[in-house]
């Protein structure tokens, strides 16, 4: 087992964690989680022996095989498949030993070796690695390609896929879904499921977390506390310890009235429509995940957009790619204040060039994109981590937005993304990837979008972050297209899920916890259909379900519009309703000479109640017939 005896380590003065005493059995998948800079890839390094502790011990088996994802990024001629098989060094020393020996002709040896290349699955290797690159979103002819060839990314998969081939007794996975799809994580979790061995991984992907680990130790206040069960049991768990505590409970009941009263805005809305189910069910259990983040450090909300033009964007039958080759065509999307679409798709199906081309970073080949006069378009990819002025502090980034604002106002701003005191004041250079992706956040939301662009804005984000992040997107007024690979993000800030996939760009008819099942038989399928179709089908049969895809999108958007016209109705009748309820609550109202106000409250509390009920009514047919046309026109 991997044991912790007394254990506190120190970086420069600085207290990381002391006398951390668990014991860690073979077999368990433990989720390392805490705030950035509390220590949890420091305890890798130690586990590692990069560092040493300042006391106490760290003990494990002398003959376990410990695997970890190289961080450096190799440019080297060796082919994709060689360099993840060079993961496994049993099988490499087998192979050199096996070439020495034929060729000193030795038989006896020969006998031996191949009995134990046989023992370690040496046959079947090579099949094992294309499996891996083929998870992790690698194409067949990408296996014989270079790993110079490869962009820093798929060289990050190309280091987590080598160190996945290391048939190990440990396993050290430091943000491993970084670099990764939605597609790709998906697979992931199935692979680390299916682990024999020992696993401490580092994530800020709660639903990761959940998929994968059966423990948690949480890095706090100089401590390490080891959880039975996996990260929502951890939440519960710590939830009801915090609850205990008054000054936090103040600001935890604070911070679920917020969800709240977002779940009652949305639970009206609620059909059997598979996507409203699931996305009230998510709110509503951010009513039971909220008290273990009354503590985040990271509190702040979009700024109301000063404009809200509708439509803000149209794309009217647009073709869209790189060079001569074309990612999808024939899009229709139009993007009005209050959409919220997350976008779902295979690795390189277009999600990303979509968003350039919502963001005007993308000429379409054909078709028009449209926008309106007033559009302001807040667009976070990571590239633009990179387009921060590496010798100006945070203060001085939003100063050159706002010449004219106060420092302190600026200062108070950028604290609730977690700049305080000094780190306000510092260059942003040596900043992590997670403090540089919370500045970009926060220039962008300070320049109040009216359409926000969120191409994996999670990518080296916190989970306290990342809820923070959550939570402000609930309250934004204007539109928001997201990529994410964090389906709880995903899951509790969109109410409409798009795919990309196969050339077209459409509305996905299931719910976000459907989309493995729906992904693992599409593979299926695509491996059938390569038997099935002959040459030239193909692409008159794409061309024919492009035809249909854009008919049923016009034969479906009445339907549509009148579903959010019913919606943003019912916003308004139901704050009225707040209001009245408010009001009625009072007991000085049922006071005698108070009764003809009563009387007057009364009498509209009832005739909105009966407009309500009739608009709910109307809503619902509304949505039904909308998911039966869906439905409908799908198995057309």
Not at 210 to 234: K, P
Not at 585 to 604: F, P
């Amino acid at each position: 087992m991997l044991h912790f005896h007394e254990l506190s380590l120190r970086r420069g003065v600085r207290l990381l964690f002391e006398q951390a005493s668990l014991q860690i059995h073979p077999g368990w998948k433990v989720g390392v989680t805490g705030a950035n800079g509390c220590g949890k890839s420091s305890l890798f390094a130690l586990i590692l022996g990069e560092l040493h502790a300042d006391s106490g011990d760290c003990r494990y088996p002398k003959d376990w095989v410990i695997a970890q994802v190289a961080q450096e990024m190799p440019a080297d001629e060796r082919a994709a498949i060689e360099y993840v098989l060079d993961g496994d060094a049993e099988l490499r020393s087998v192979e050199r030993q096996l070439a020495q020996a034929e060729r000193d002709d030795d038989g006896a040896m020969l006998a031996t070796l191949h009995a134990r290349f046989e023992h370690i699955d040496g046959y079947t290797a090579r099949s094992r690695a294309a499996q891996l690159l083929h998870g992790l979103g690698f194409r067949g002819r990408d296996e014989l390609r270079p790993v110079r060839e490869f962009s820093g990314g798929w060289r990050m998969r190309l280091n987590l896929g080598r160190a996945l081939m290391c048939r190990s007794d440990l396993l050290l996975l430091d943000e491993p879904t970084n670099h990764l799809d939605l597609d790709a994580v998906i697979w992931l979790e199935s692979w680390l499921r299916a682990y024999r061995g020992t696993l401490l991984l580092i994530s800020h992907d709660r639903d990761f977390l959940d998929s994968t680990c059966t423990h948690i130790a949480h890095l706090e206040r100089q401590r390490i506390t080891l959880y039975s069960g996996n990260y929502s049991a951890f939440e519960s768990i710590r939830a009801e310890r915090l609850a205990g505590q008054q000054a936090e409970y103040v600001k935890q009941q604070r911070e679920i009235a917020h969800i709240r009263s977002y779940v009652d805005r949305f639970r009206a809305k609620a059909t059997k429509a598979r996507q409203a189910q699931s996305r009230l069910k998510a709110l509503e259990r951010m009513e039971v995940i909220a008290p273990a983040h009354v503590d985040s450090a990271f509190h702040f909300s979009l700024r109301e957009p000063e404009k809200l033009p509708d439509p803000l964007l149209t794309l009217d039958e647009v073709s869209a790619g790189y060079g001569d080759t074309r990612i999808f065509s024939a899009v229709r999307l139009g993007l009005a204040p209050g959409d919220r679409i997350g976008l779902l798709g295979p690795n390189g199906a277009g999600k990303s060039t979509l968003i350039k081309l919502l963001a005007g970073e993308l000429v379409p080949q054909q078709g028009r994109r449209e926008t309106a006069k007033d559009l302001k378009i807040g667009y976070f990819a990571q590239h633009q981590l990179e387009q921060l002025h590496a010798e100006h502090s945070p203060l001085q980034h939003l100063q050159q937005l706002d010449p004219r604002a106060r420092e302190q106002e600026l200062r108070d701003y950028l604290g609730g993304f977690g700049f305080v005191g000094d780190q306000a004041l510092m260059p942003s250079g040596p900043f992590s990837g997670g403090e540089k992706s919370r500045l970009v956040l926060a220039l962008l939301v300070y320049q109040r979008p009216n359409l926000l662009l969120l191409d994996e804005p999670t990518n080296h984000l916190d989970l306290e972050m990342r809820q923070a992040l959550a939570l402000a997107l609930q309250d934004f007024n204007g539109a928001m297209v997201l990529v994410s690979h964090d389906r709880h993000l995903l899951r509790v800030t969109s109410d409409r899920l798009v795919l990309v996939h196969d050339g077209r760009v459409d509305d996905f008819p299931l719910s976000l916890d459907e989309y493995p099942q729906w992904l693992m038989e599409q593979n299926r399928g695509e491996r059938g259909s390569t038997k099935q179709t002959a040459p030239g089908q193909g692409a008159v049969a794409r061309k024919e379900k492009k035809r249909q895809q854009a008919e049923q999108r016009r034969q479906l958007q009445p339907l549509r519009k009148k579903v959010s016209a019913a919606e943003t109705q019912l916003d308004a009748l139901h704050a009225r309703q707040r209001e009245l309820e408010s009001r009625l609550a009072d007991t000085e109202l049922y006071a005698a000479d108070n009764k003809q106000q009563l009387k007057t409250l009364l009498l509209e509390k009832a005739e909105l109640d009966s407009r309500c009920a009739a608009l709910e009514s109307d809503w619902l047919a509304f949505s039904e017939q909308l998911e039966v046309m869906q439905a409908t026109l799908t198995s057309d």
